[in-house]
């Protein structure tokens, strides 16, 4: 059965640091996976989606990587600002999901400190 | 931009009353998704479609329903409202291709008392 962690479940970081969050699935046999973003109360923003065949997707200060032979992912992110303050969370789409079902990490809740 | 629109941001509701939660998408989407999200148990997929009057039971169905009737409307019903469904529903939609991203509503925040 596919599991998705993600650690830490927090973290606190100043403005300005460059930061990594982590991402583990169990099941290599995935179609894709994805970052979103969860503001507080509010629903999810897909960030990221890196396919299978990919190694890596970037958008503005955002760079995901996907490492599918050992399970992990990574979302990087530059030059952090405190709007970057949020919950992160990954998905993996496995390939027994013919219609769209992903499976959900518990995210890692960021807050960037002024 | 895609746009996934849910009926409600916050609901109260009574325990035993029915409940409808609505979801509308503009974007043509093939698959609609119902999730609940709580604190320490993540997100949970209640129901999915993949077309109109097509569903399917996600990893929690029990006490809730659906309906799809239109392709841009995906509805959950909750038939008898009980205290342990107070929770963050999240509506998501996306097209029917392997790779395509999935895009959420805002929420409904629904409380049973």
């Keep these: 059965k596919q599991e998705v962690t993600q650690i830490p479940a927090a973290l606190s970081v100043p403005e300005g640091e460059n930061l990594v969050l982590n991402c583990s699935f169990t099941d290599s046999a995935i179609y894709n996976l994805q970052w979103f973003r969860q503001d507080p109360g509010k629903g999810l923003t897909s960030l990221l989606l890196i396919q299978s065949s990919q190694r890596e997707q970037t958008s503005g200060r955002l760079n995901a990587s996907l490492d599918k032979s050992s399970g992990r992912s990574t979302l990087y992110i530059a030059a952090s600002q405190p709007g970057d303050s949020a919950t992160y969370l990954c998905a993996v789409r496995p390939l027994t999901s013919n219609t769209g079902k992903l499976i959900f990490g518990q995210g890692t809740t960021l807050q960037v400190k002024p | ?113």
Aim: charged share 25%; net charge neutral.
């Design chain 2, 1 to 113: 931009d895609v746009k996934v629109t849910q009926s409600s941001r916050y609901l109260v509701k009574r325990t035993g009353e029915k409940v409808f939660l609505e979801c509308v998408q503009d974007m043509d989407h093939e698959n609609m998704f119902w999730y609940r999200q709580d604190p320490g148990l993540g997100l949970r997929l209640i129901y999915f479609s993949y077309d109109v009057k097509m569903k399917e039971k996600g990893d929690i169905p029990e006490g809730y329903s659906v309906s799809r009737e239109k392709k841009e409307r995906f509805s959950l019903i909750l038939e008898s409202a009980s205290t342990n469904q107070t929770s963050m529903y999240l509506c998501a939609s996306s097209l029917k291709g392997t790779n395509e991203k999935l895009f959420f509503g805002s929420g409904t925040q629904l409380s049973v008392l």
